[in-house]
């Protein structure tokens, strides 16, 4: 069973950035599209950015030209990076990877992890 777990939130100013991780307690092979969701306080889940297993990247528009997402699959990882934070920013970043299982793809989900910015 493979487990996504996300790190890097933690409490930053307007204007700055917070680089999120979340690695595969396995390996990443099977893993297709994989991205980052987030979910703010009395909000709904919503897509922040999502990359193909060949590199190709989306992003909401709320976020294009500040955050970057990349994946590493030798080191089983995925990254956001987030630069020129904004409060509306925040809140829980979750990981998700959908995998080929042999008979469909599955949906893999992290626990999250916070980000506030905040002055």
């Known amino acids: 069973q493979v487990q996504l777990v996300e790190s890097g939130g933690g409490l930053v100013q307007p204007g700055g950035s917070l680089r999120l991780s979340c690695t595969a307690s396995?390996?990443?092979?099977?893993?297709?599209?994989m991205g980052w969701y987030r979910q703010a306080p009395g909000k709904e889940r919503e897509m922040v950015a999502t990359?193909?297993?060949?590199?190709?990247?989306r992003y909401a528009d709320s976020v294009k030209g500040r955050f970057a997402i990349s994946r590493d699959n030798v080191k089983n990882a995925l990254y956001l990076q987030m630069n020129s934070l904004k409060p509306e920013d925040t809140a829980v970043y979750y990981c998700q990877g959908a995998r080929w299982e042999g008979s469909g793809w599955l949906d893999y989900w992290g626990q999250g992890t916070r980000a506030t910015v905040s002055s």
């Open positions: 396995g390996s990443m092979f099977g893993f297709g599209l």
């Open positions: 990359i193909t297993n060949d590199y190709r990247t």
